[in-house]
C-alpha cells in the first residue's frame, strides 16, 4: 500500500542555517505530494505541493522537488527562522483506489535557535 | 470565516462518558477526514467521508468511535464510554475532492482531556 517516510527528528538549527527533511513515498498510482506544517497548537497548514514528477513547489523560502527516479520529496530552506519552529508533515495523495488515498507521514520537528 | 471550522476547541470530561465532536468543512468540499494526534505524536486516520459514498471507517480504533456527515455538511465524530487513551487532539479536514492535486485542509482542532 502506499505510505510516506520522512527522517525522526527532532532537528535543531541555528537561526540561518540550512534545511533539509527527507522525504521518500511508495505509491501504486501517480500521487500529489505535499508538505505541511503545524505550529503549536495549531492545525496543519499547506506549505507547498507538487503534482508530477520534476515539478518543484515553493512557499515562504521553502522549495520541495517531486523526484520519481528516487521517489523522493525533500523539503529544503536556505535559511531557517526562528518562526520556522515548527512540525512538518510530508504527504501524498493518490486516485489509485477507492477509500482514504491520503497519506502523512510522522512528522519532523523542527526548533531553530537564535 | 471560510475555513475548516471545529468546536469545541477544548473538551474535558470524565472517563466513561460520550463525547460528541463537531466539524464544519468549507462549503463545497466534497471529501472530509478526522484525524487523531496524540501529545508529541503524528496523525492517525480515522474516518473518511466522500460525499454520497460510504464512508472509509478503516481508521475507527474501536467501536466506542462512529462518525456521521450528513451529505457534503457538517460532521461529528462521537466517543462513546471515554478512556483516558482517547486523550488527544481530533483534527478534522476537508478537500474539494480526493486524489488529483486537491490539498486538505485543517481546522485547528479539538483537544480532548479524558480525566
Known amino acids: 500500500g502506499d505510505s510516506v517516510t520522512q527522517m525522526e527528528g527532532p532537528v535543531t538549527l541555528s537561526e540561518e542555517a540550512f534545511l533539509t527533511i527527507n522525504c521518500t513515498y511508495t505509491a501504486t498510482g501517480y500521487p500529489s505530494l505535499f508538505w505541511y506544517v503545524q505550529y503549536p497548537g495549531e492545525g496543519l497548514q499547506l506549505l507547498l505541493k507538487?503534482?508530477?514528477?520534476?515539478d518543484k513547489g515553493s512557499n515562504k523560502g521553502f522549495e520541495a522537488t517531486y523526484r520519481k527516479e528516487t521517489t523522493s520529496f525533500h523539503l529544503e530552506k536556505g535559511s531557517v527562522q526562528v518562526s520556522d519552529s515548527a512540525v512538518y508533515f510530508c504527504?501524498?495523495?493518490?486516485?489509485?483506489?477507492?477509500?482514504?488515498?491520503?497519506?502523512f507521514g510522522t512528522g519532523t520537528s523542527l526548533t531553530v535557535i537564535p | 470565516g471560510a475555513g475548516v471550522s471545529q468546536s469545541p476547541s477544548n473538551k474535558v470530561t470524565e472517563k466513561g462518558k460520550d463525547v460528541e465532536l463537531r466539524c464544519d468543512p468549507i462549503s463545497g468540499h466534497t471529501a472530509l477526514y478526522w484525524y487523531r494526534q496524540r501529545l508529541g505524536q503524528g496523525l492517525e486516520f480515522l474516518i473518511y467521508f466522500q460525499g454520497n459514498s460510504a464512508p472509509d471507517k478503516s481508521g475507527l480504533p474501536s467501536d466506542r468511535f462512529s462518525a456521521e456527515r450528513t451529505g457534503e455538511s457538517v460532521s461529528t465524530l462521537t466517543i462513546q464510554r471515554t478512556q483516558q487513551e482517547d486523550s488527544a487532539v481530533y483534527l478534522c479536514?476537508?478537500?474539494?475532492?480526493?486524489?488529483?492535486?486537491?490539498?486538505?485542509?485543517f481546522g485547528d482542532g479539538t483537544r480532548l482531556s479524558i480525566l
Open positions: 504527504a501524498l495523495s493518490d486516485i489509485a483506489g477507492t477509500g482514504n488515498q491520503f497519506y
Open positions: 507538487a503534482t508530477k514528477a520534476d
Open positions: 479536514a476537508s478537500s474539494l475532492i480526493q486524489g488529483g492535486n486537491q490539498p486538505q485542509h
